[in-house]
């Protein structure tokens, strides 16, 4: 992996300072809660449903294997856990369709289908290219791979219906990672950033940037990898559950509007 290029976060809003972008909102995260997130694990994609979190996590060097596991989201306590069935893959994004949770692999070009329930394996397919974030979106799914590109994706298939390039200000995003849908977009992740972007998904254009410094400051990070990636959108209380690799726990935290303070002078 290359090395970090560092917090983008503050010269993105001196640029859309700087550029009166007003198109793009600013907003930030902020904890409401923490639960404990057991592990450490290397978090690559994170999923919410009635009270459960689906947790998919990939093999590090202190992480022998990949996982798949269901946290009790009220409490954090893993209530069932197992490994994608086939050996030494490095598993990436999660999604949940109807009774099916869906896996992608980093390099493995694999899909692993699970019984959401049970966790039980239900057969795969295969994939070309890297596979990165994963959400459900309209009949299908939305897929990152670190390109600055989103592939959407037949839900019975998985084979690829519609490309998107994702752009800030009017320039390719790179490193788009663990996905969520979410309220007015498909939201993302970027690689080694502490912000999410919330994407229009019908021009590829970011509509908004969460600020999620608050949370990565209140976290002791293990090591350089240990970045923010999970993000699971809460519907009933319009929260968000959002962790990172490695972190000691998941904060589940509400969207605010970006304290004027906080921007840079227009
Ligand atoms: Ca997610």
Redesign the pocket.
Request: cysteine-free; hydrophobic content about 65%.
């Given at each position: 992996m290359r090395p970090s290029p560092g917090n983008l976060l503050a010269p993105l809003f001196v640029l859309l300072a700087l550029l009166g972008a007003a198109r793009v909102q600013e907003f930030v995260f902020l904890a409401e809660r923490t639960l404990p997130h057991p592990g450490p694990v290397f978090t690559q994609?994170?999923?919410y449903h009635r009270g459960k979190l689906y947790e998919s996590a990939g093999a590090s060097g202190i992480h022998p294997r990949s996982s798949l596991r269901i946290l009790d989201a009220g409490t954090g306590k893993v209530l069932l856990a197992t490994e994608p069935p086939k050996s030494g893959v490095f598993a990436e994004g999660l999604a949940l369709r109807g009774p099916d949770l869906l896996q992608l692999t980093w390099k493995d070009c694999r899909v692993f289908r699970y019984d959401a329930e049970t966790l039980a394996p239900k057969g795969s397919w295969m994939l070309e290219g890297e596979g990165w974030g994963l959400?459900p979106w309209g009949d299908g799914f939305v897929m990152s791979d670190g390109s600055a590109w989103l592939s959407f994706r037949d839900a019975r298939s998985f084979a690829e219906t519609r490309r998107l390039k994702v752009t800030l200000e009017g320039e390719p995003l790179r490193d788009l990672n663990?996905?969520?849908a979410g309220p007015g977009g498909i939201w993302a992740n970027v690689w080694h950033e502490n912000f999410v972007v919330r994407i229009d998904a019908a021009t590829g254009e970011v509509n908004a940037l969460i600020d999620a410094s608050p949370l990565e400051r209140a976290v002791a990070r293990p090591h350089g990898e240990a970045v923010l990636n999970g993000?699971?959108y809460q519907p009933e209380k319009d929260l968000w559950f959002v962790t990172g690799k490695d972190w000691p726990v998941i904060f589940e935290a509400r969207v605010a509007p970006r304290p004027p303070s906080s921007r840079s002078p227009r």
């Open positions: 994609g994170l999923v959400a663990e996905l969520e993000l699971a």
